[in-house]
């Protein structure tokens, strides 16, 4: 698996436990990784040199981080990262970083074929690769998407795979736009059409309590992941993810009214990794917690 692959590379490279590591499959074998990837222990010497492969990484900092030598191709630095900064690494090239600095990061992963099938899932031309104005540009579109990971990848458990997949799109579009000048042409004028909606619609009720995907759902319809996603949001005002959530705790809510059913039974029942996780959507949604709901009715 790609989560696990990155994990123990980076692990082994600086040293760290494998980082906390999550992947969202797009289309084919186009996979995109998340990590939580912090160092907070300073130590003498260099990571390993990086394998090279037709890939790129980009490094959100999250905290201010000094870092003495940066070597990538050869070419080697001194680097004080920012927080809130990107630092794209191709990583064609080998890097090695010191391990003198205590950062805290995010990690985002994709390969130059993912970004290639992605291109062509959209029906745009090819991008030759990923290239920043500088090693180290203010993204507040990245930093959005790395604080929004945060939560996901520290409680893996509770995320669903709707949900990565579409970070994973947002993220595909804006670097491939951003760092690859690539031009939006979805073919995509509308929102879903009744049929496609009913179908939709049909397929996730039938399926709250399991893992629900857009690659799922967007099979189902006949479409794209991306061209689905954008269709449904149009057409609901709603990522699928949220839709998904959205139905969750209105069966929650049904099944909330037996007062035999304990929450956690219906938490299962609906999808929710457990009694917590649902406490905390239905807090989020109704500003009371289930309890308290129960007791109003």
């Known amino acids: 698996m790609l989560a696990d692959r990155i994990a123990d590379n980076l692990g082994e ?5 494998p ?29 390993a040199p990086s394998e090279r492969e037709d890939a790129f990484a980009f490094i959100i900092s999250l905290r201010a981080t ?3 030598r940066v070597v990538i191709g050869g070419s080697e630095q001194s680097v004080v990262q920012s927080p809130g900064e990107a630092y794209l690494f191709d990583l064609n090239a080998s890097n090695q970083i010191s391990l003198d600095g205590e ?23 090819r991008i030759g690769g990923l290239h920043a104005k500088s090693f180290g540009q203010a993204d ?11 939560p996901a990848i520290e409680k893996s458990s509770e995320v669903t795979t709707a949900f990565v997949e579409y970070m994973g799109l947002a993220f595909y579009d804006h670097v491939a736009h951003t760092y690859g000048g690539a031009q939006s042409s979805d073919p995509l004028a509308s929102g879903l059409g009744h049929w496609h909606l009913g179908r939709a619609c049909e397929f996730i009720e039938s399926n709250l309590a399991g893992d629900l995907s857009i690659a799922a759902l967007a099979t189902e319809c006949g479409m794209s992941m991306s061209h689905f996603t ?12 949220q839709w998904i959530i959205h139905r ?23 999808g929710f990794a457990d009694q917590s996780h649902l406490g905390r959507h239905f807090v989020r949604a109704t500003k009371l917690t289930p309890a ?5 009715r």
């Open 248 to 270: 969750r705790l209105s069966r929650a809510k049904i099944l909330m009214q037996n007062a035999d059913l304990s929450l956690s039974d219906i938490a299962c029942a609906c």
């Open 103 to 125: 950062f805290d990061s995010i990690r985002f992963y994709i390969t130059q074929a993912g970004i290639d099938q992605m291109a062509e899932d959209k029906g745009n031309c």
């Open 292 to 296: 308290q709901w129960r007791r109003q």
């Open 66 to 68: 000094y870092f003495s």
């Open 19 to 47: 980082p906390p590591t999550l992947a969202a499959r797009l289309i084919g074998n186009t996979q995109i990784g998340f990590s939580r990837f912090q160092n907070l222990e300073s130590r003498y010497g260099d990571s």
């Open 140 to 150: 507040q579109i990245l930093h959005r998407l790395a604080m929004v990971m945060i």
């Open 230 to 241: 954008r269709a449904f949001h149009m057409e609901t005002g709603m990522t699928p993810h």
């Open 13 to 17: 490279r600086f040293q760290i436990p």
